[in-house]
Each structure stands twice: as C-alpha cells, then as structure tokens.
DNA sequence: TAAAAAATGCAACAAAGTTGCAATACGTTG
DNA sequence: CAACGTATTGCAACTTTGTTGCATTTTTTA
C-alpha cells in the first residue's frame, strides 16, 4: 500500500481506530474517480477475504464520521466514495453533485457548482435548506467512447 | 372515488387496462403532494387488502409507461408520485427536483427550475446528459412549524 | 505489558422486492 | 351479449441487501 501513512493520519483525523480493514478500504476508495457498492469493493480487495458485516461497519464508520458519503443508487443500494479533497474535510451533510451513467451504472463525484435558483424559491416557501444534491443522468465519457468506435 | 372517470382516461392513454386496484392506487398517488412508499400506499388502502406483489407490479406499470416516476431514497427503498401535471406527460426521464424533509423523510415534488452550470461543464468534459435531478435536504413547513411552536 | 474500549467474525434475522405459476379479470371481436 | 386471447392477480417461495447479538480478537493508552 503506497499511501498507507497518509491513509493512518486520515483516519486518526476522524477518529477512527487504524485496522487493516479500513486501510485496505480506504484504499480502493480513494484510487478511484466513481462511487463504489460494498460488492465493487469486495472484489476489489477479494484477496484479503473481508468478512461482509465488517465491511458495512467500515462503511458505516466512514459514512458517520464524514470521511466518506453514500449515494442511493435507483436499483436500491448504496455506493460509497471519500468526500472529494475540496470538500470541507468535517463537513457531513455538504452540497453535493453526482454524474450517473446510465449505462455502466457508475456514478461520478463532481463538485458542486452554484447558480440554480429553486433553493431560493423554496426558502421563500418556508422550507429550511440545510444541503443539496444535483444528479445528472446520462451516459459517462468511456461508455460514449466504446459506443461511437463500434 | 370522486374522479373515476379521470383516472380511467388517464390509465387508457399509458395503454395500461383499467382495473379497481390501478383506480385506487392511482386516486391515492393523486391526492398527495408528496411521494409514497409501497407501504404507504398499502396502510392508506387497507380496507381493500390489496396484495403486495400485485401493488409492487402497479407500481412498475405506472412507473414503466411514465405515468409517475419513482425516487429512490437514503434508506434503501422507492417512493412513488405522478409526473407533475406541468411535466410533458409521457416523457419519461424528464427533468426532476425534489424537496428530501430530514425529520419526516417526505419527499415533495418539485417544478424544476433551469440556471444551474454544471450541465453545460458536464457536457463539455464528453458526459451526455440526458435528464437531472436537483434534490434540496432539509426541513418542510409542516415540520418547521410544529418545531418552532414547541 | 496490562487494562479498557473498540473492532471483528459468525450465525441468525429482517426488510424490500422479485419470480413462477395457476386462477381470474379485461377488453375486443363477432 | 358471449366467447376468446391476453394481461393481471394472488399466493408461496426465493433473492438481495443490510442489521443485530454475542463471543473473540485487536487496538490504544498508560
Ligand atoms: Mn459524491
Ligand atoms: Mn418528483
Ligand atoms: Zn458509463
Ligand atoms: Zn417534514
């Protein structure tokens, strides 16, 4: 594990115990650019044969402690990823956007950029905003890619 | 049921047969402003003891002709609501925002409102994008009101 | 190195939704 | 209105995704 130190430091930052486990999660989940299901990261770290209710704790820790955020996925389950580094790292329940490929079914982290006006329109109404999510559904560039050379 | 011959019209133009179980869940989806869960609608049908299998299979017809369309939530399960009488009516993946209450968990439909960037980014970058949805998380009046009488 | 607290692994459980299949209802045609 | 073909229904069994309880092991701090 190339960043292992970095990886401890992080997780002490959130308070969280350094296992194995979390450093192998926390791992996969930072060497990649899309939100992941527990399946994805089962196969990913198949290898050290990760016991599956000790995976959802993982998730969990990370989830609860903002280390990570979860994405309801339509086909009801749930993909992790870290909270992007230009995220506030304490911040929870921050803006968010998402990119879902409707083909590969991966869903990109974006950052989240500001001009939408319903936020505004909904204080008015007495709504109490306290964050918000964008979701784009399409098709992401490697699936355009495949699609166009055939 | 006050708008019978509505509901029929409508379940004839999605080319869906018109039967006493789509009539009542349609009556229901159609007076709330809100979006329902299977279980949901199952308590508020009670006295006609519809079947879950059969309310789940409704509940995919309606959803697969773009009758309503559904919303995944944080925990795991689908809510269910109309296509809002503005929305062009048989445009499946159109364009969605959502009000997500924190302390209820209802979900609130919502007219999309344009002005948001990241799309234009989005597409720029090789994403297509075919539709989006723009959730705000917070609280509702009916809950901020019975909070702040307390 | 010892003690306290937290994390782990296993088995059992739970919730939400799907599948297969026989019985029933819908709607079209005559 | 009757009869037929097709779609829908109801039931039981099953699947997927995730949680809970509890005994054991690991981590952390001193
Ligand atoms: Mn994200
Ligand atoms: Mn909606
Ligand atoms: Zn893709
Ligand atoms: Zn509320």
Known sequence: MQNENLYKELLRRFRLKVTLTRLHVLDVL???PVALSH??????LAEYDIDKVTLY???NAFTKCGLAHKVATEDR????????????PSEVTSDHAHFVCDECERIYCLPMETGNNTRDIKEEQGFVIRSQEYR???????CHTQFSQQ
Not at 39 to 44: G, M, N, P, S, V
Not at 77 to 88: E, F, G, I, V
Not at 136 to 142: A, I, S, Y
Request: with cysteine; aromatic share 6%.
């Open 77 to 88: 389950n749930w993909l992790y990823a870290l909270h992007m580094p230009d995220d506030a």
């Open 39 to 44: 399946a994805d990261i089962t196969e990913q």
């Open 30 to 32: 930072a060497n990649t």
């Open 57 to 59: 704790r993982t998730l």
């Open 136 to 142: 784009l559904h399409g098709t992401c560039p490697e």
